[in-house]
């Protein structure tokens, strides 16, 4: 089955970037979607289709996938950006969808 | 605005059996891909299953798959997860998800709508 590698934590000073990423075998041939969970609630898209960002999502949040790993770039961090983040793709083998592990982002 | 509520969950024996629900409000609950997502206290998300408009496709996780069916009615803008006999490791936060495709076909989208949860605990 395909597997999503994210590292489980990162760490940040508030203002600088963080990059999360999430390495798969050839995850530059899919569609990557990322999710911020922040504790005690649902997650929240704040990625899809590698680079795309949603209405409401700010423009410190972007995305690049290429090669074997995804990348979600946050720049100018906030506090407020202290979560959980999971990469998502279709496994189109198994036809399963597949998340990442997660990444504990802590804004030191 | 959209809305996806749960419900259903609760605390059972292992073996037993447990009916999840999600009601949609907000949108035309039947042009679109549905999803079950969990999450075990502590862990990560993991994908259950999801099924495509019409009910034509129905994906499931290997770990639930035999066990677990997932149906909707669309007349009722409902969305419905059985789950037969339940095993400790499925106790978890259960979350509805609507998918955000290209179409009310596509499973291989993302997921742009997410319930609350509603919590399962498997135990004896």
């Known amino acids: 089955s395909y597997v999503l590698t994210q590292p489980p934590s990162v760490s940040v000073a508030p203002g600088k970037t963080a990059k999360i990423t999430c390495g798969g075998n050839k995850i530059g041939s899919k569609s990557v979607h990322w999710y911020q969970q922040k504790p005690g609630q649902a997650p929240v898209m704040v990625i899809h289709y590698d680079s795309a960002r949603p209405s409401g999502i700010p423009e410190r949040f972007s995305g690049s996938n290429s090669g074997n790993t995804a990348t979600l770039t946050i720049s100018r961090v906030e506090v407020g950006d202290e979560a959980g983040y999971y990469c998502?793709?279709?496994?189109?083998?198994?036809?399963?969808?597949?998340f990442g592990g997660g990444t504990k982002l802590t804004v030191l | 605005e959209v809305q996806l509520v749960e419900s259903g969950g609760g605390g059972v024996q292992p073996g037993r059996s447990l009916r999840l629900s999600c009601e949609a409000s907000?949108?035309?609950?039947?042009?679109?891909?549905m999803h079950w997502v969990r999450q075990a206290p502590g862990k990560g998300l993991e994908w259950v299953s999801g099924?495509?408009?019409?009910?034509?496709?129905?994906a499931y996780a290997d770990s639930v798959q035999g066990r677990f069916t997932l149906s909707r009615d669309n007349a009722k803008n409902s969305l419905y997860l059985q789950m037969n006999s339940l095993r400790p490791e499925d106790t978890a936060l259960y979350y509805c998800a609507k998918g955000g495709g290209h179409s009310g076909y596509d499973l291989t989208g993302h997921m742009d709508v997410w319930g609350k949860g509603t919590t399962v605990i498997v135990s004896s």
């Open positions: 099924i495509t408009w019409n009910s034509g496709t129905i």
């Open positions: 907000g949108i035309t609950f039947g042009d679109h891909v």
């Open positions: 998502q793709v279709w496994d189109s083998g198994r036809e399963h969808v597949v």
